[in-house]
């Protein structure tokens, strides 16, 4: 995923993964060390599922990432990304991780 200035994702969950996660390959500087949420990805709840006084009571926990960043976090996690405003490209690889599907075991041959 290669985030422009002004790329960002809203609130979501993966719903069909079990573990999820984000390697951040490059960060640039201006994000690694900034002092805002620009960049960053935020874990919570949304204010048009929770309503807006659950949310905050539930709070959101914001992440600033560098580059060699790995993060894994339960699939049903909510979190977002905010845009970043710099020229620079944020990029990461987002996966989900399932397990095998069920049913008896087979073999290729």
């Not at 994702?9 to 951040?24: D, I, R, T």
């Not at 539930?58 to 990304?81: A, Q």
């Amino acid at each position: 995923m290669i985030a422009e200035s002004e790329g960002f994702e809203n609130w979501h969950v993966h719903q069909f993964g079990w573990l999820s996660g984000a390697y951040y390959v490059r960060v640039p500087e201006a994000i690694a060390n900034g002092k805002t949420q620009e960049g960053c990805i935020a874990f919570g709840l949304p204010d048009d599922l929770a309503g807006e006084a659950g949310a905050a009571a539930f709070g959101t926990r914001i992440i600033r990432p560098v580059s060699g960043l790995l993060l894994l976090f339960p699939s049903h996690t909510y979190h977002r990304t905010f845009p970043h405003g710099h020229r620079d490209r944020r990029i990461c690889v987002a996966f989900d991780v399932k397990p095998a599907s069920s049913g008896p075991p087979t073999l290729a041959l």
